[in-house]
Structure formats: C-alpha cells, structure tokens
T-cell receptor
Framework: KAGVTQTPRYLIKTRGQQVTLSCSPI?????VSWYQQTPGQGLQFLFE???????NKGNFPGRFSGRQFSNSRSEMNVSTLELGDSALYLC??????????????FGPGTRLTVL | SQKIEQNSEALNIQEGKTATLTCNYT??????LQWYRQDPGRGPVFLLL?????KEKRKERLKVTFDTTLKQSLFHITASQPADSATYLC??????????FGKGTRLHILP
C-alpha cells in the first residue's frame, strides 16, 4: 500500500505570495490532518478534514485554509505569506480521524521557506 | 491552557542501556496518549498508543506507562541500539478533539 504523499517536497516563496500544498492520503483513509512543524513551536495542529468537511481547526489565522476532495486528497493554502510561515508542513491520514484513537500516518512533509 | 512537556531536548544513552523519555502534561486529562518517532527529513511514525485506563503498554523493546495521577507518561527503549537514535514525540488528545504534540526529545544512542 502506498504511503501518504505530499507535493511539492520543497518550496521557496517570498513574503506576500500565496502557496498551495497537496496531500494524497493512504487509499481508504478518509481523514486528513495538517500540521505545521517549526523548531521553536514543535508540531502544531492546523486542521482536519473528513469526507470533504473540515471537522476540526487549530489556532491559526484565517490565512491558512484547506479543502478535501471527494477522493480524499487534500490541499492547504496559505495566503499573504509571512516570514514566520517558514516551516515543515506535514499531513497525516487515518481511517477515521486524528482524535479517534487511530494511528495517524504522516507524509514526508513540504519544506516551505519564505524569503 | 493545556500544556505538554517532554523532559529534555536531547538525551545521550550508551548502547545496550535502557533509554527513558518523559512526557508531562498539565491542565487536562487526556483520554489517550501517543508516542511517535521522527527521523530527520521525515514525518513522524506512530509507535504506541496508551489509553487513560491503561497503566502500561509494550511492543517489542518499547514500553510506555501512563500515570494519570502524576500526569506523566514514560517511554522506555530497552537494549537500545544506535538505530534507535531519533526524535521522539508524545501527543495527547486535547480539548475539543485537537491533538497536541510535545516538542520532542532527540535521543542519541552512543556506540
């Protein structure tokens, strides 16, 4: 079974631009969660999608948004990029959700650098 | 607010010894706690989950304990090997079903 894939793996943007990251979950997984990982803050929950609906959201500004398609693939978008958005963005899939006692399978992440 | 802390940023252990990592939390009573391993340049990999009504869980050389009175989980790797060197993250289900991760402990197993 193929694992979680994320594209692109690396991205360099400048302040003010916007970016879209993509995540393909493991086949059969309906939940996709997104996380931001930085050295200072660690791994922080952004949001979770299940069956095309946002089921939960972390404490990030509205510049961070996402969506999920009918095939469970998910995208997250960050608008008006700031220097502080430089981070590793990870997505994780599971069968039923980040909080339902289920193991989450993480992708390799997208390394975003904002200049 | 809920807070989760892992005892140290880095830990050096001699090969063959038992490595013990600590995860403490405050201001909350999670229903479960998870441990993940993360290698450089990769996403975290799930290791173990322990529920609030379980005291201990084992998987091969790994053992996790969960003390809801102390609000602490201990993660043990017995007979440690250099290949066990990685960052280990604990995570718990926070309020409103939001999962919260600790910042991790970088474990170095010295040959």
């Amino acid at each position: 079974k193929a694992g979680v894939t994320q594209t692109p793996r690396y991205l360099i943007k400048t302040r003010g631009q916007q970016v879209t990251l993509s995540c393909s979950p493991i086949s059969g997984h309906r939940s996709v969660s997104w996380y931001q990982q930085t050295p200072g803050q660690g791994l922080q929950f952004l949001f979770e999608y299940f069956s095309e609906t946002q089921r939960n959201k972390g404490n990030f500004p509205g510049r961070f948004s996402g969506r999920q398609f009918s095939n469970s693939r998910s995208e997250m978008n960050v608008s008006t990029l700031e220097l502080g958005d430089s981070a590793l963005y990870l997505c994780a899939s599971s069968t039923s959700g980040a909080y339902n006692y289920n193991e989450q399978f993480f992708g390799p992440g997208t390394r975003l650098t904002v200049l | 607010s809920q807070k989760i802390e892992q005892n140290s940023e880095a830990l050096n252990i001699q090969e063959g010894k038992t490595a013990t990592l600590t995860c403490n939390y405050t201001n909350y009573s999670p229903a479960y706690l998870q441990w993940y391993r993360q290698d450089p340049g990769r996403g975290p990999v799930f290791l173990l989950l322990i529920r609030e009504n379980e005291k201990e869980k084992r998987k091969e050389r790994l053992k996790v304990t969960f003390d809801t009175t102390l609000k602490q989980s201990l993660f043990h790797i017995t007979a440690s090997q250099p290949a066990d060197s990685a960052t280990y993250l604990c995570a718990l289900d926070g309020r409103d079903d939001k999962i919260i991760f600790g910042k991790g402990t970088r474990l170095h197993i010295l040959p």
